[in-house]
């Protein structure tokens, strides 16, 4: 939900990135970066040599997934042999993450089944007849959907200026209208400390489709059960909830209710509807 324009390198070390191939649910530890000061960069294996495909600011989460024994660091939460691999494939050194004591598996051994990334996108499936699709602003992609530097970033990030109309992607019924944030009002301009999509609206579409709308400047202008058509306004642009800034974080889901496990990518999405999204 954050807007953050230095990701879009990472956008592209992600696509490169081999996904494992399918296996057991894991489950995944949430832990710290913290390298007082530079961020610490993900490499594609457990090395400190290893290629470099992303990074993650200090302060911020990282997903563990499991650990492996490699090379030792000295870093600054504790000197380790032990390197994190990640949810987003990645390795980073251990040394330099603050995470539960207990609890992180080691990783399989080369013989035993790959670990499954938790954040698996389904299939997007084939439109039906008669869809028609748009996008929702027209503005630049700034932040794209589980790049390496934000792997539970579940949406697009498009840097609509504050008050832009936003448009409903698809016609559809609006089935959700809610202020959504950690502390506080969704009617002021949020920050990156709160958590919440701020004033946000979901439409379904044909097919189980639904479309999320985030940080809206102030309550959408639509309502819970209303029809809209493709175009028709829902809202406009702000800032609420865990935002640094205008912009609309969009979010794309197959078969409702909306969640992260049936979160895809809104540019693939909007590509399987002949609407291109750059
Ligand atoms: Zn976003």
Wanted: net charge positive.
């Amino acid at each position: 939900m954050k807007m953050l324009a230095t990701v879009v390198a990472g956008l592209v070390a992600a696509t490169a990135l081999t996904a494992p191939a399918a296996a057991a649910t894991t489950k995944v530890v949430t832990g710290t970066a913290k390298t007082g000061g530079t961020p610490l960069n993900m490499r594609r294996t457990p090395s400190p040599t290893a290629e470099r495909v992303g990074s993650v600011a200090s302060g911020k989460t990282v997903w563990i997934l499991c650990q492996v024994t490699a090379q030792q660091v000295t870093g600054t939460v504790r000197t380790t042999n032990l390197w994190d691999h990640l949810a987003n494939g990645s390795y980073v050194s251990d040394a330099y993450v603050e995470r539960p004591a207990t609890g992180i598996p080691s990783c399989p051994t080369a013989s035993a089944p790959p670990v499954q990334p938790v954040e698996q996108a389904p299939a997007i499936p084939a439109p039906a007849k008669g869809e028609s699709w748009q996008l929702p602003v027209s503005a630049g992609l700034v932040s794209g959907f589980r790049t390496i530097a934000r792997p539970s970033h579940d949406g697009v990030d498009l840097a609509a200026t504050r008050e832009t109309p936003i448009l409903a992607a698809a016609a559809g019924t609006v089935i959700r209208v809610v202020c959504n944030v950690s502390a506080g009002s969704c009617d002021v301009d949020g920050n990156r400390n709160l958590g919440g999509c701020g004033w946000y609206a979901e439409v379904q579409h044909a097919g189980g489709i639904v479309t999320r709308y985030c940080h809206m400047v102030r309550r959408p202008v639509v309502t819970v059960g209303q029809a809209v058509r493709k175009g028709q306004l829902l809202g406009n642009v702000g800032t609420s909830g865990s935002s640094s800034g205008p912009h609309l974080h969009f979010e794309v889901h197959v078969n409702a209710p909306a969640a992260r496990a049936n979160a895809v990518d809104p540019i693939a999405f909007l590509r399987s509807r002949g609407v291109t999204l750059r």
